[in-house]
Structure formats: structure tokens, C-alpha cells
């Protein structure tokens, strides 16, 4: 990318992700993620003034898997990273590249008037974003 070649969020971000409740299970969301073939879900907001979390496969694996828990008796709530780091749908994926160093994230929500738009990861960034720059 040279020079002024502005991509918003939106451009390159999923819109279809996957939403789960605080009390479901891990092994629910696990079904889930497979269903969806996705590697994250957010979680839902337990009302207005809540934030939105996230629970990564890393986090199932380092949190229930590698110290020998059932999935079918801990919650999402109890593995997710809350408050999640919300991005604007207008925002240049430049920019949102440099927030996911920053803060050390990956994926993150794409956030407008309080509701989820979609996602976005790095694979969206540079794979639906750089390399589709001429």
C-alpha cells in the first residue's frame, strides 16, 4: 500500500459472527465455532450498559483444556476477555493493524452505535485488504 489508499473496517471485515451467551457452556460454543468454522465468539451483552467479551480458542485450550476441565461445566463467562477492544467501522485498516500490535490482539469486534457489525482479524486486514491493493 502506497500513498492515500484508504480501506475502511468494513471493507474487509466478516460480517457474520458468531454471538454467544455468558452462561452457555464451553462445549456449547465449541459446537458452535465448529458449526460456524470460526476461532472466536463474542460474547453477548448482559444488558445496555455491559460490555461485549470474546473467548478465543486459545483461551478454551490454555483455560479448560490444559488443566484437564469439562467443557460441559465451565461457562463462556468464565474464559472470555471482557471488555473486548471494539473497532469503528470507518477506521483504515492501516490503522487497526497498528491497535491489534499496540494492545496485543488479533481480532476484534466491529462496533457501531453499540451493536456488532462484524469482525475483523488480521487475516482480514491483510488478506482482504493489502494484498487486494494495486
Do not use: W
Request: glycine fraction near 6%.
Amino acid at each position: 500500500m502506497s500513498g492515500n489508499n484508504y480501506v475502511a473496517v468494513t471493507e474487509v471485515m466478516e460480517e457474520e459472527c458468531l454471538v454467544v451467551d455468558g452462561l452457555s457452556t464451553v462445549a456449547e460454543v465449541l459446537a458452535k465455532m465448529v458449526e460456524k468454522d470460526v476461532a472466536f465468539a463474542f460474547v453477548e451483552k448482559r444488558d445496555e450498559h455491559d460490555e461485549y467479551g470474546i473467548v478465543l480458542v486459545s483461551d478454551i485450550a490454555k483455560q479448560v483444556l490444559a488443566p484437564h476441565k469439562s467443557p460441559d461445566r465451565i461457562n463462556a463467562y468464565e474464559v472470555m476477555t471482557k471488555p473486548v477492544l471494539p473497532v469503528q467501522p470507518d477506521m483504515d485498516i492501516r490503522y487497526c493493524a497498528r491497535l491489534f500490535d499496540q494492545f496485543g490482539i488479533s481480532t476484534a469486534p466491529v462496533i457501531k452505535a453499540g451493536e456488532i457489525l462484524g469482525a475483523v482479524t488480521y487475516d482480514h486486514l491483510v488478506l482482504k485488504g493489502l494484498a487486494q491493493q494495486k
